[in-house]
């Protein structure tokens, strides 16, 4: 009989990464480029979630989308076109092709140019300080967690006996659904239901609660307002209590108000949430705490039931996002090597939904705002119907909202043709403690939506300026020559 034992390798590093997705190869980099010795674990795909099922392939999904909606909507500005179809598997390449332009930059081949020690392997703890896969055993003096998460697939009767999709999956399909019902009315939901509906699927969203229910309430409304207008059905209030059927023909029975209703498509995509990945770390030999939301850390990352273990990205539990896991990866290495105390949650963190039109916001919403704070909140928005930029190109819909407490910028949301980028305004100003008043003091270039910040901004003072008082104040320097 031949010995078929896998040889172990042994290692020491100053930092083991479990996770080559956003906050994972970003620490792995960092710790690479200041010359320490690095181990990377990754049992998947490199680049993690965002990357290969998550924000490139969904932004290239929704830019074709975008492709075939201005094809329909060309009529209105005088350009008559033949009404869109899609190539399903030509979309498809299309994705793929986007997710290989980027894959370079997060390719094993990189890593280990950085002088890392990549080791496509399951990770898991041995004890507090040694990490051990089936051909490698490393002893760390630091340790960061960063595994990331994956849908949450929740136990519905009858959900595990049919097909469905996830953000995993959806991508590679093999046929074009027809009519495709969405589980969960949050941001993965609805961004690709408005997506298919405008490829030409037929799509029912059924959210329990409220759709977009993170974001401020009207300009959710003003979002759900324009996907119903292209066709996306969206049932709020609805639970999913059973689904039945097989493939090409699923039901989804959902309870509304007492009373049942059927829901037939020809595919089902599960989009009601993420859970974080931390199955097979045999965390409890590494004595590092974690609950349902992930590894237990402070403000600073760290475990503290195991100092030399960090956790990053979406196995911190906290926000679910990439630039927050990038985020975390330079507290951590401020931390870590410069003995800086940055803490996680020292920056407010934006957050964009990328329907059209987009919601972004960030810091607290108005009702929240004024939970926390009461009558001392004040609002100022400006419309986008208003802006002559939005108006020059027919996208006037939505309006920039800033939340305010004593001259200070609290919170801000934006709903709009694009609201992600405009929104970077706002975090840089709250970000760096600017007040609102600075927000009217820069020159905004004519015409770009952007002005629709400062003009928010300049309303909340349009009392101040303009008012009884000011009035009496200019008239009376009126009088000196």
Request: hydrophobic share 40%; proline share 4%.
């Amino acid at each position: 009989m031949h010995d078929t034992k896998l040889q172990v390798t042994d290692h020491k590093a100053d930092l083991v990464v479990i996770g080559a997705g956003s906050g994972g190869l970003s620490a792995a980099a960092g710790a690479a480029m200041f010359g320490l010795k690095v181990v990377l674990y990754e049992k998947g795909e490199m680049g993690g979630d965002c990357l290969n099922y998550g924000c490139v392939p969904s932004k290239a999904l929704i830019s074709v989308a975008k492709s075939a909606q201005s094809a329909r909507d060309a009529g209105k500005y005088g350009v008559t076109l033949g009404a869109p179809t899609t190539d399903w598997e030509a979309v498809k390449a299309y994705v793929s092709q986007v997710i290989e332009t980027i894959a370079p930059v997060d390719s094993q081949e990189r890593f280990e140019g950085l002088g890392v020690t990549v080791i496509r392997e399951a990770a898991r703890f041995a004890d507090p300080d040694t990490i051990v896969s089936a051909t490698s055993r490393t002893r760390a003096r630091r340790i960061v967690v960063a595994t990331g998460s994956t849908a949450f697939i929740p136990p519905i009767e009858g959900l595990s006996g049919v097909p469905y999709l996830t953000n995993e999956t959806i991508f590679s399909m093999p046929d074009f659904p027809e009519h495709l019902v969405i589980l969960g009315g949050g941001p993965i939901g609805m961004e690709l239901a408005q997506a298919f509906t405008r490829l030409g699927a037929q799509t029912t969203v059924i959210e329990m609660g409220r759709a977009l229910g993170k974001a401020d309430p009207d300009h959710a409304a003003v979002a759900l307002g324009a996907l119903r207008a292209e066709g996306v059905t969206v049932l709020e209030g609805h639970k999913a209590v059973r689904v039945s059927g097989e493939s090409g023909r699923i039901k989804v029975h959902a309870e509304h108000e007492g009373t049942e209703k059927v829901i037939e498509g020809s595919h089902l995509l599960v989009a009601v949430g993420r859970r974080t990945m931390l199955d097979g770390l045999d965390l409890e030999a590494g004595k590092v705490e974690f609950d349902r939301k992930g590894v237990v850390v402070g403000d600073n990352l760290r475990s503290g039931s195991n100092s030399r273990v960090w956790a990053l990205g979406d196995a911190a539990g906290r926000e679910q996002f990439t630039h927050v896991a990038g985020w975390h990866a330079s507290v951590f290495s401020r931390r870590a090597f410069f003995k800086q105390r940055t803490k996680a949650d020292s920056l407010p963190i934006p957050a964009v939904t990328y329907t059209s039109p987009e919601v972004a916001q960030i810091g607290l919403m108005e009702a929240e705002a004024r939970e926390q704070h009461g009558d001392s909140i004040a609002t100022s928005s400006f419309p986008f119907h208003d802006n002559d930029r939005a108006i020059a190109e027919g996208k006037t819909l939505g309006e920039a909202k800033l939340v305010i407490r004593k001259g200070k910028l609290v919170g801000a949301s934006i709903v709009g043709e694009g609201a992600g980028d405009i929104i970077q305004i706002l975090a840089v100003a709250m970000s760096n403690g600017l007040k609102v008043q600075d927000l009217t003091n820069f020159i905004s270039p004519y015409p770009t939506r952007s002005e629709v910040v400062k003009r928010a901004a300049s309303a909340h003072f349009t009392e101040a300026l303009f008012g009884k008082t000011a009035k009496r104040l200019v008239g009376l320097l009126q009088r000196i020559p």
